[in-house]
């Protein structure tokens, strides 16, 4: 989260029309919960796009790219793999050795979520194959249950810089306000 080795959240598979909401969400998530970056299948402008509007509205540091070589990149990754599925090991199970190579080692982590079926070259490439329970439900929520587990939390807690406005928080009603406008 903003530390010294990266966490990048890179989602396999985008079938246009189908996925639009799910893979912009996948971004957003990543982006809302303490990923540094995302990386999109190159037929996802449009989810690239929308992560990118609302970072500049709401603030980063974030990145969100395109990549024509999802494979490549897991192959190639400098750091560790971990793959959420719901075939994976149990992630209370596995964290705190996750956790302890991105903190103490200071290995960077590719988090891989997928759309349709899994190839079975990204189960062996990855160093962690991870259920967030072995039940089938989303990529959005596997990411989103990961980030917490992983961050234990501090994720709540981060600043957004560079925002152009900011959410105040309320009991009941909605406000959100230019940050130029207070400082
Ligand atoms: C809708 S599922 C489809 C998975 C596909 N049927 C397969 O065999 O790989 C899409 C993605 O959601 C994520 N997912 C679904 N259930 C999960 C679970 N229990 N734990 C972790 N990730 C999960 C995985 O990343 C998966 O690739």
Redesign the pocket.
Known sequence: MHEDSEVAVLRLGHRPGRDDRMTTHVGLTARALGADRVLFPDNAGQSLETVADITDRFGGPFAAELTDSPLGDIRDWEGRVVH???YGERVQDVEADIRAAHESAGDALLLV??????SFDVYEEADWN??????????VA?LAVFLDRLFEGRELEQEWVDADRRVTPMETGKRVESVDDEE
């Not at 979520?113 to 899994?118: F, L, Q, R, Y």
């Not at 991870?130 to 990529?139: D, R």
């Open positions: 959420l599925t719901m979520v997928g759309s349709e079926k899994v991870v259920g967030v329970t072995n039940q089938p439900h989303s990529e596997g």
